[in-house]
């Protein structure tokens, strides 16, 4: 699976969108880009994930750069309860068995 | 809707003392599941990983081991912890098909003294 960089540490007024960058610019073209995130001491959440075209639920937006290289998940609205680690993680979907690798993510701090 | 329980929350053992979590899938058949181990400010290791009932894949060489009785529950378990084995475990799961979407339990941290 694909390295990811992602900084380390993000501070977003709340209300605002939260724009959380990723670059993977060694992806391969049968992996998708996944977020998660994990708030402390809890299991980690998924967010939602794509593969070359931009993905909206009821989370979060991910858009994806043509070249694949990078992407960003947006929070449309944070709030407090949207502080937490996020992880972007690129993987080979239909992989049974297959790991997520998690890095270090982006710590997000929502602050009022 | 699909749910995923663990069991205990929080354990304290002593070193040398054995273990067993359980992680139990609601509303869903035949999943593929995880465990995965998180040490303090660190990344998830992936433990172990079924795709059936019996059918266990172990990922590192360790202390312990991991056993699928029935389809929708996973044990992990060890015979004498050790220090080194304290940690947060996750359980996740996803569908036997299509896409592996894994969703995670809310976890067991565990403490060995």
């Known amino acids: 699976d694909a390295k990811t960089t992602q900084p380390t540490s993000m501070d977003c007024a709340e209300g605002r969108a939260a724009n959380l960058p990723c670059n993977h610019s060694t992806i391969s073209g049968n992996e998708y880009v996944y977020w998660y995130r994990q708030i402390h001491s809890q299991g980690p959440q998924y967010i939602i994930h794509?593969?070359?075209n931009n993905e909206t639920n009821e989370m979060a937006s991910l858009i994806i750069t043509e070249d694949r290289k990078s992407s960003t998940l947006i929070l449309p609205h944070a709030t407090l309860r949207d502080t937490a680690v996020y992880y972007c993680?690129?993987?080979?979907?239909?992989?049974?068995?297959?790991?997520?690798?998690f890095g270090q993510g982006t710590e997000l701090s929502v602050k009022p | 809707s699909q749910t995923i329980h663990q069991w205990p929350a929080t354990l304290v053992q002593p070193v040398g003392s054995p273990l067993s979590l359980e992680c139990t899938v609601e509303?869903?058949?035949?999943?593929?599941l995880y465990w995965y181990r998180q040490a303090a400010g660190r990344g998830l290791q992936l433990l172990f990983y079924?795709?059936?009932?019996?059918?266990i894949s172990s990922e590192v060489p360790q202390n312990l081991s991991a056993s699928r009785p029935q389809d929708r529950q996973f044990i992990l378990s060890s015979k004498k912890l050790l220090l080194s084995d304290s940690g947060f475990y996750l359980c996740?799961?996803?569908?036997?098909?299509?896409?592996?979407?894994?969703?995670f339990g809310p976890g067991t941290r565990l403490l060995v003294l």
């Open positions: 996740a799961w996803s569908a036997g098909q299509g896409a592996q979407t894994q969703y």
């Open positions: 509303g869903t058949s035949n999943p593929n």
């Open positions: 794509g593969l070359k």
């Open positions: 079924s795709v059936g009932i019996g059918q």
């Open positions: 993680i690129v993987r080979v979907v239909y992989n049974q068995g297959g790991k997520l690798i």
